[in-house]
């Protein structure tokens, strides 16, 4: 099993900078994608980032160019610097795991863009 805990959520202002982290542990398999999504309230969980175990990574565009999404293999764990957030970008946070056919997900974490 795999689980999966995501931290450094939290409120910032428009402008402001944020980086998620999402740490992997259990019996991890050799793993193709770890990702970011969101949901915002009244909104379907959306994508954000995807980094590929090649070493490439995909962005939504309303992110590209202000978030970077990181993984460190050896610690099993992902990275999302946010930076120059925007009120559009609030939602809760979930990080995701794909090894072959299964997924797993985190509980996710908060992010508030408010001023």
């Known amino acids: 099993q795999v689980q999966l805990v995501e931290s450094g959520g939290g409120l910032v202002q428009p402008g402001e900078s944020l980086k998620l982290s999402c740490a992997a542990s259990?019996?991890?398999?050799?793993?193709?994608?770890m990702a970011w999504y969101r949901q915002a309230p009244g909104q379907q969980r959306e994508l954000v980032a995807a980094?590929?175990?090649?070493?490439?990574?995909d962005y939504h565009d309303s992110v590209k160019g202000r978030f970077t999404i990181s993984r460190d293999n050896a610690k099993h764990t992902i990275y999302l610097q946010m930076t120059s957030l925007k009120p559009e970008d609030t939602a809760v946070y979930y990080c995701k795991l794909t090894a072959g056919a299964a997924n797993f997900w985190g509980r996710g974490t908060q992010v508030t863009v408010s001023s």
């Open positions: 980094a590929f175990s090649g070493g490439s990574a």
């Open positions: 259990g019996t991890i398999p050799n793993f193709t994608v």
